[in-house]
C-alpha cells in the first residue's frame, strides 16, 4: 500500500466529532494545512540541502551542477509523483477527514 493510500484509509477509520480549538472551523483547517505544509516543506529542505552537499563533496560535482540536474522520465519520475501524491494526502488530511464534513 502507498503512503497516501494509507493516510486516506486512516482517515476513514476517524470516529466522532472531529475537535477544534477555534470558533471558525475553516480558519482552523487552514491554519493546520499551513503547518501541516510548512513542516514538510522544512523537512524536506533540510533533507535536500544535506544530501545535495554530501553527494557534492563525494563526486567532487559542483553544487550548482547537481542542483540542475532534472530527470523528467522513468522509475526516478515515477517515485517522485508518488511522492507528490503522498504529501498531498498528508498536508490535505484535514479535509479527508470524514468527521469535518456536515
Known sequence: MKTADAIVALTQLARGERPYSLENREAEDVLNLSLA?????SVALDRIDRLERLLAERTDMD????R???YAEGPAAQEREDATNALIARVLRIRLDPRTRG
Open 68 to 70: 540542475a540536474t532534472d
Open 63 to 66: 553544487l550548482n551542477e547537481l
Open 37 to 41: 505544509l510548512l513542516m514538510e516543506l
